[in-house]
Structure formats: C-alpha cells, structure tokens
C-alpha cells in the first residue's frame, strides 16, 4: 500500500544503483525487484532501459544460446528477466521494440539453421505477441514488407513456439473490439474500403499458406512438423468460424474461404490418402483436420456456451459443407480400404494375448471419421457407405478387437445414427440404404444373439471371463429394442426383424425379454446398494405384503391432479372411497359439504359478544392506569426522602423472622413484596415519604411460638425520620416489651 504515498517511500537499491555514473545492465538485471520496479513503472529504471545499447543487449539474451560453459546465471537467470522486462508491456519499452532497428533484429532470428533453440524459440514467439497486440500495424507492415515471411515460419514449423506465433499472426487483429483504432493506424476512412484484418488474412491467403500448410502433412516431414501443421489447419477453421458467430458483419474469412473449397479438401485428401505408400501419422492427422471441417453445432437456440445455434448462423456455416462432403465421397474407397488393409504395424504384447496387427491410430480415426459423416445423414455418403460395405467392415473390427473400447465407442454411435437418424429428402419413399444394409447385410440381430451366447458359454467356464463389448453390445440391443417401439424407423425395423427364420426371431424375443432386461437391471443398480436414507420400491416389508391398492382410473386420474399439482372440483368427488360404500345419511362422505368452493361463513369482527362486557370488566380490574396529571412535580427530580421505622433488633429480627430449617418465613415474604410496592408508589406520587415501620415479634417460648404466622407489618404516621446518605445516621433505639406484647416506637431523625 506504501506505494500510494510517494512521501513515504524509501529510495530504492536500483534508484541508489542508478545514482552511479557506470552502473552496467547486468548489476541492474541482479537486483531482485527489478521487474516489479518496471511494472511499476519506476520512470529512473525505464529510461536506462531503453537506452539503445541496453535494448540491444536484452534482445541479444533472448537471441543468443550462451555457450555451455557459462555460468548459470548468463544460461538461464539473465534471458529469462530481459524476457521479462521486454514482455512487461510498459509503453517505452514496446515503442523501442517497434522500432526499424531492434524489430530487424528479433526477426534474424528465424534465420537461424532448424531446429532452432525451444527456449529461445518461446522467448522470440512472447516478445512478438506483444509486438502484434500493443504496435499492430507497425508489425504487420513490417511483416508484408517481407517476401519470405510464409516460408521463413514453415521452416520452422516443428517448433510449437513458432506455430503458436502464427496463429498469433492470424488472430491477431480482432475488428469487434479495436477497429477504429485500428483503421486510423491505416489511414482507412471506412470498413468497406479496408479492414486490417481481412486485409492481412488476404495477404496471407494470396502467398498460400493455406496450401503450404497442406503440403507438410506428406509422409515426408517429419511428425512434429506434419503435427503442428495439422493443428495450425484446425485452429484456422474453429477461429474463422468463431469471427462468424461474433460479428454481424457479413466480411469473408478468405483463410476460412479457401481451406472449405471443394480443391482444396481433395489435395488435402490425396496427401494422406496415397495407395503407394500408407503413413498412418499422415492418415491420422489428416483426417483429424477433415473431423473439424465437418464439425457443425446442433441447430437451435443460441445460449452462451450451448452447443446449438440460431438458423442463421447454422446457414451461413452449412454453407461450407457441401464442399467437404463432396470431395470425401469420391475417396470413402480409400478410407475403407485403409480399414481392410491398414498401415504396417509391429505385433503387441497386452495383458490378453499378442495382437498381430493391431488396431493401430489409423483405423481409429477412419471409424471415428464415418461415424461423424454418418451423423450428418447425407443421401449420397449413405448410399455410398452402402455400397461399399462399410458398415459390415466396422461390425468384424468390433468383435475382432474385443478389448479396444475405444473402437467399440465409434462403432456404437455409428450404429446408433443409423437405427435413428430418419429417410433423407433424396432417398426414395421408404427407402433407408444404411438401415437396410445393418439389419440385412450386416446381420446385426443374428450376430448380437450369437455373440451373447458365445460369451455366456466363456463365463460359465472355469476362470472365463465376460468379453470386453458386451456393455456397447447392450447399448445397441437398447437403441434396437427402443427405435423397434418408437422412432422414425419403427416400422422398418419391425419389418426386417419380421424378415429373420423363426428360430432367430424367438431367440430375439428371449434375449431382449430376459438376459438383455437382467443386465439392464444390475446396470441402473446403485454400487454398494441405495443410501439408507433413501426409500426403495423394491423393499419387501411383510407388513404391506398383504395389503392391496384399488387401481381405478378415478383414483389414478386424482393423483395425477395431484402430481400436477391440479386441485380441480373433482378431486374431493373421485378420490378416497365410494359414496356405495356407506349406508347412512351421515356417513356419506360428501355429506358435509359437496365442493370445497361452496363452504360459506362470515365472522363480525365489529360486533359487540356476550362475553366482550365480562373481559372489560376483567382488564379494568386488574390492570391500573397510570395518571399522573394532577401533580406538576418532575419525576425525575432530586428530592430529600424521610420515612420511620420501629423494628426489632437484629438478633431478634434475623432469629425470630427464621424458621428452624433456616428458611424466611413467608408472612415476611409478603410483607417485604408489600414494602418494597409501598416504596415504589410513594416515590413515584410525592417528593417525600414519610411512614413508621413496626415490627411485632414475639419470644421465643414454646407458647408463644404460635403467634409468629400472625406477625404483622403496619405503617405508623406518627412521627418520621429523613435519611440522610451522605452523613453517618444516629443509633436506631428499638424498646421491646413481650410482656405487654407491644411494640414501641423510636425515633430517630437525621438531616440530609
């Protein structure tokens, strides 16, 4: 907080550092808040950083790889600070960088020879960032001054920093948030004349970055290079398609334009699609950037992060698709051929035998690319997915490769699309090609019922062991068994199901009606049983073993009125029992009232009760007013208190007023509660009170003991005594006489 007040603040080790004549940048770099001094800013600190030679020298750190024999702190300590200081985004550091001089500088370093220096790479990609966010135009000019920019970062593309940098150069440039800033760095007088960041997209979409994207992911590069050149690819869709969604404007993404054109979809697809030579890390991600092509959210409402979407944005989106789906169809071949005739792969060794081939990644990602294109449910890919025999390809790999879940997790959704997506527009009245080509070629029911069997038969044997798609083969039989009774294919599967030899079809009926039901039963079943505070249907209490509920509608229609929490007129009519189930007049269920709405009573709330004289009387009784509007005294004024008292003495008292178990007795009880009322009353009436108190006790003979129940406290206005707090009281004399039984009164007065 001391920050805020520059009176008390301390000179700093770097101000003292700065103070001296021949201070080096290294002295200045091992003091440990000088990056907090930097942000600060500390204005002293800043300008001895910007100085030309200083910024040379902190760029030269974040260039150069110092050689191994160095000391650790010239490694690792001082480029990591100058990174930091350059990074720090005060705005002289930042106008420094953007000059000619040091940005001719920091870009000589892609020069260098590949691989270049991860450590260095991220400090190079940092300090542009900055440079493409705070000096945007001054770094983008720069930048299509150059004529080898689009070769120079492809060079380098195995690097992730410099990957990273030009989707840095890509997005760099945000029209929503910072046009008008922008458009002035451009001297632009409107949006339509030029955006600078359409502008730079065009320029970079003229030099084919789209396309020499495309070319690294030949089997000829090496991985981290065809990887990063596919996830350059797919962040340019997903960024494009986002700017869509964001602006309202109606500006083409000419990257976006070009990567969805239908020429350029199949070079993309016969780099990695080549019969010669087969690379499964080219199939792989290849096929991953055409899964983000044909990645379209739902259509409907559009609600911040949800997955849908208004219909003019799905329109403007689908757009883009058509293309992608018609350059894949003509090559569905090739990708069935890749699953029939994989990429060579070495056996593995796993926990239940060799596998010889393998699955492999490439396979994976064909069945996850078919099962997308089958969600979309184009007429042409289905028939064409038909026609190949695909679907049957997928069925022999999902019981080939009994322990790969995540072959088994594609092919189930496949199937599931397919058992519920409806007939296309194109298609033919009735016709469903896939759905015909599951149950009738495929077999699907024929072979789910032998595989059930098959694998019931393994874990009855010793040590058998149930396979590993028995919980996707459950899921399938569900989606059948469901879109059997409901759906937009309900009929056709019914028919086709009809189609099957009797034997298949009453083992059908068996095994949906009893194993497939058993097992959906343990799979809805709590781990470890329900919570003990939780009621479960299934008890089974002998109590209410014999208890048996009527099921008439009327009663099943009133207590969905009450679930629905509809308490209509006939509620009270229908529900409980039976107007013929009681004789009498007064039994009669309804006889007190026929509806809720018709039971009248009024309450006079105005009207004076029999009873209302009776509870004045009462109140007045025992509750006194107060009334203090004949006396003009305050209250609360000071005022001189006299009062007397003729008592015993405190032997006789403190003796007499005791009882033998040492208890007060209670005659004194009361008359204390009397007293201290009388007290309260005078003090609140007069100034002054003035009154006797006389005690009568008698001896403490057998016979006399009798008497004390009668002891009696009177007030005496005879003579009085004023108390005086102030001053120390004459002696109280207290004459006793209980042979008279009589009380003498004394008196004794003091002036306060």
Same mark, same amino acid.
């Given at each position: 907080?001391f920050? +805020?007040?520059?009176?008390?603040?301390?000179?700093?080790?770097?101000?003292?550092?700065?103070?001296?004549?021949?201070?080096?940048?290294f002295?200045?770099?091992?003091?440990?808040?000088?990056l907090?001094e930097?942000?600060?800013?500390?204005?002293?600190l800043?300008?001895?950083?910007?100085? @030309?030679?200083?910024?040379?020298?902190?760029?030269n750190?974040?260039?150069?790889?110092?050689?191994?024999?160095?000391?650790?702190?010239?490694?690792?300590?001082?480029?990591n600070?100058?990174?930091?200081?350059? $990074?720090?985004?005060?705005?002289?550091?930042?106008?420094?960088?953007?000059?000619?001089?040091?940005?001719?500088?920091?870009?000589?370093?892609?020069?260098c020879?590949?691989?270049?220096?991860?450590?260095?790479?991220?400090?190079?990609?940092?300090?542009?960032?900055?440079?493409?966010?705070?000096?945007?135009?001054?770094?983008?000019?720069?930048?299509?001054?150059?004529?080898?920019v689009?070769? $120079?970062?492809?060079?380098?593309l195995?690097?992730?920093?410099?990957?990273?940098?030009?989707?840095?150069?890509?997005?760099?440039?945000?029209?929503?948030?910072?046009?008008?800033?922008?458009?002035?760095?451009?001297?632009?007088?409107?949006?339509e004349? #030029?955006?600078?960041?359409?502008e730079?997209?065009?320029?970079?979409?003229?030099?084919?970055l789209?396309?020499?994207?495309?070319?690294?992911?030949?089997?000829?590069?090496?991985?981290?290079?065809?990887?990063?050149?596919?996830?350059a690819?797919c962040d340019?869709?997903?960024?494009?398609r986002?700017?869509?969604?964001?602006?309202?404007?109606?500006?083409?993404?000419p990257?976006?334009n070009? =990567?969805?054109?239908?020429?350029?979809?199949?070079?993309?697809?016969?780099?990695?699609?080549s019969?010669?030579?087969?690379s499964?890390?080219?199939?792989?991600?290849g096929?991953?950037?055409?899964?983000? =092509?044909?990645?379209?959210?739902?259509?409907?409402?559009?609600l911040?992060?949800?997955?849908?979407?208004?219909? &003019?944005?799905?329109?403007?989106?689908?757009?883009?698709?058509?293309?992608?789906?018609?350059?894949?169809?003509?090559?569905?071949?090739? =990708?069935?051929?890749?699953?029939?005739?994989?990429?060579?792969?070495?056996?593995?060794?796993?926990?239940?035998?060799?596998?010889?081939?393998?699955?492999?990644?490439?396979?994976?990602?064909?069945?996850?690319?078919?099962?997308?294109?089958?969600n979309?449910?184009?007429?042409?890919?289905?028939?064409?997915?038909?026609?190949?025999?695909?679907?049957?390809?997928?069925?022999?790999?999902?019981?080939?490769?009994?322990w790969?879940?995540?072959?088994?997790?594609?092919?189930?959704?496949?199937?599931?699309?397919?058992?519920?997506? *409806?007939?296309?527009?194109?298609?033919?009245?009735?016709?469903?090609?896939?759905?015909?080509?599951?149950?009738?070629?495929? +077999?699907?029911?024929?072979?789910s019922?032998?595989?059930?069997?098959?694998?019931?038969?393994?874990?009855?044997?010793?040590?058998?062991?149930?396979?590993?798609?028995?919980?996707?083969?459950?899921?399938?039989?569900n989606?059948?068994?469901?879109? &059997?009774?409901?759906?937009?294919?309900?009929?056709?599967i019914? $028919?086709?199901?009809?189609?099957?030899p009797?034997?298949y079809?009453?083992?059908?009926?068996?095994?949906?009606? #009893? @194993?497939?039901?058993?097992?959906?039963?343990?799979?809805?079943?709590?781990?470890?049983?329900?919570?003990?505070?939780?009621?479960?249907?299934?008890?089974?209490?002998?109590?209410?073993?014999?208890?048996?509920?009527?099921?008439?509608?009327?009663?099943?229609?009133?207590?969905?009125?009450?679930?629905m929490?509809?308490m209509?007129?006939?509620?009270?009519?229908?529900?409980?029992?039976?107007?013929?189930?009681?004789?009498?007049?007064?039994?009669?269920?309804?006889?007190?009232?026929?509806?809720?709405?018709?039971?009248?009573?009024?309450?006079?709330a105005?009207?004076?009760? *029999?009873?209302?004289?009776?509870?004045?009387?009462?109140?007045?009784?025992?509750?006194?007013?107060?009334?203090?509007?004949?006396s003009?005294?305050?209250?609360?004024?000071?005022?001189?208190?006299?009062?007397?008292?003729?008592?015993?003495?405190?032997?006789?008292?403190?003796?007499?007023?005791?009882?033998?178990?040492?208890?007060?007795?209670?005659?004194?009880?009361?008359?204390?509660?009397?007293?201290?009322?009388?007290?309260?009353?005078?003090?609140?009436?007069? #100034?002054?009170?003035?009154?006797?108190?006389r005690?009568?006790?008698?001896?403490?003979?057998?016979?006399?003991?009798?008497?004390?129940?009668?002891m009696?406290?009177?007030?005496?206005?005879?003579e009085?005594?004023?108390?005086?707090?102030?001053q120390? *009281?004459?002696?109280?004399?207290?004459?006793?006489?209980?042979t008279?039984?009589?009380?003498?009164?004394?008196?004794?007065?003091?002036?306060?």
């Amino acid at each position: 907080m001391f920050w +805020k007040f520059d009176h008390l603040q301390t000179e700093s080790c770097i101000d003292n550092l700065l103070s001296k004549e021949n201070v080096t940048l290294f002295e200045i770099l091992d003091e440990d808040d000088v990056l907090q001094e930097c942000k600060a800013p500390n204005e002293k600190l800043v300008e001895f950083l910007v100085r @030309a030679e200083n910024m040379s020298e902190l760029v030269n750190m974040i260039m150069t790889e110092p050689p191994s024999d160095k000391d650790e702190k010239f490694r690792f300590k001082y480029p990591n600070i100058a990174c930091e200081i350059l $990074t720090s985004d005060v705005k002289l550091i930042n106008e420094k960088l953007a000059d000619e001089e040091i940005f001719q500088k920091l870009w000589a370093f892609l020069d260098c020879e590949p691989p270049l220096n991860p450590l260095l790479a991220s400090f190079f990609s940092k300090v542009m960032a900055i440079l493409l966010t705070r000096e945007t135009a001054k770094t983008v000019e720069f930048i299509k001054s150059r004529n080898d920019v689009i070769e $120079t970062f492809l060079t380098h593309l195995n690097t992730s920093a410099i990957m990273d940098l030009l989707l840095r150069l890509v997005t760099c440039v945000e029209p929503c948030d910072i046009r008008a800033e922008l458009l002035t760095w451009l001297n632009v007088s409107s949006p339509e004349s #030029g955006d600078l960041r359409i502008e730079l997209l065009t320029w970079l979409n003229n030099h084919q970055l789209i396309q020499k994207l495309i070319s690294l992911l030949t089997p000829t590069h090496s991985e981290e290079k065809q990887s990063n050149a596919a996830q350059a690819l797919c962040d340019i869709v997903r960024l494009g398609r986002e700017h869509i969604l964001q602006c309202d404007n109606n500006l083409e993404d000419p990257l976006l334009n070009t =990567l969805e054109n239908e020429e350029t979809i199949s070079v993309l697809c016969d780099t990695f699609l080549s019969e010669d030579e087969k690379s499964a890390t080219s199939i792989v991600h290849g096929i991953n950037v055409l899964l983000v =092509l044909i990645e379209i959210k739902k259509l409907g409402p559009c609600l911040g992060d949800s997955d849908q979407m208004s219909p &003019t944005d799905y329109e403007r989106l689908s757009r883009g698709l058509d293309p992608v789906l018609s350059a894949i169809k003509p090559r569905l071949n090739l =990708l069935h051929n890749i699953l029939t005739h994989p990429p060579k792969q070495q056996p593995v060794p796993t926990t239940v035998g060799t596998l010889d081939p393998p699955l492999g990644n490439a396979r994976l990602q064909v069945c996850k690319l078919i099962s997308a294109l089958v969600n979309i449910n184009s007429p042409s890919i289905n028939r064409e997915l038909a026609e190949q025999g695909v679907l049957n390809t997928l069925w022999s790999l999902f019981m080939k490769y009994s322990w790969n879940n995540f072959l088994h997790l594609q092919v189930e959704r496949c199937f599931t699309a397919v058992l519920t997506n *409806p007939p296309t527009e194109g298609e033919e009245k009735g016709a469903h090609p896939l759905l015909y080509d599951l149950l009738k070629n495929c +077999k699907l029911i024929e072979w789910s019922i032998d595989a059930w069997e098959e694998n019931t038969q393994i874990e009855l044997q010793a040590g058998g062991r149930r396979r590993g798609f028995m919980g996707h083969l459950n899921r399938i039989l569900n989606t059948v068994t469901e879109n &059997t009774e409901k759906g937009p294919n309900a009929e056709r599967i019914k $028919t086709l199901i009809a189609d099957l030899p009797d034997e298949y079809q009453q083992s059908w009926h068996n095994l949906v009606t #009893g @194993a497939v039901c058993e097992q959906n039963k343990k799979n809805t079943t709590e781990l470890g049983g329900s919570h003990p505070g939780q009621s479960s249907s299934d008890d089974e209490d002998s109590h209410f073993a014999t208890i048996t509920f009527p099921q008439e509608p009327q009663l099943q229609q009133a207590f969905n009125d009450y679930q629905m929490q509809q308490m209509t007129s006939n509620f009270i009519d229908q529900f409980g029992f039976n107007d013929t189930d009681f004789t009498g007049h007064e039994d009669n269920v309804n006889h007190p009232f026929d509806k809720l709405n018709d039971i009248n009573f009024s309450i006079a709330a105005n009207e004076d009760g *029999p009873n209302a004289a009776m509870f004045e009387a009462c109140c007045n009784e025992r509750i006194q007013g107060f009334d203090d509007s004949g006396s003009d005294d305050d209250m609360w004024e000071e005022k001189q208190l006299t009062f007397s008292s003729v008592a015993q003495s405190r032997e006789s008292t403190g003796t007499d007023c005791m009882s033998k178990s040492g208890e007060v007795k209670p005659s004194l009880r009361r008359r204390s509660s009397s007293e201290s009322s009388s007290d309260s009353e005078e003090e609140t009436g007069a #100034g002054e009170s003035t009154f006797n108190l006389r005690v009568v006790a008698p001896p403490h003979s057998d016979d006399t003991r009798q008497g004390q129940d009668d002891m009696k406290m009177d007030v005496d206005n005879s003579e009085s005594w004023v108390a005086a707090f102030g001053q120390k *009281p004459d002696d109280m004399e207290v004459v006793s006489n209980w042979t008279n039984a009589s009380a003498v009164s004394t008196t004794s007065t003091s002036t306060t």
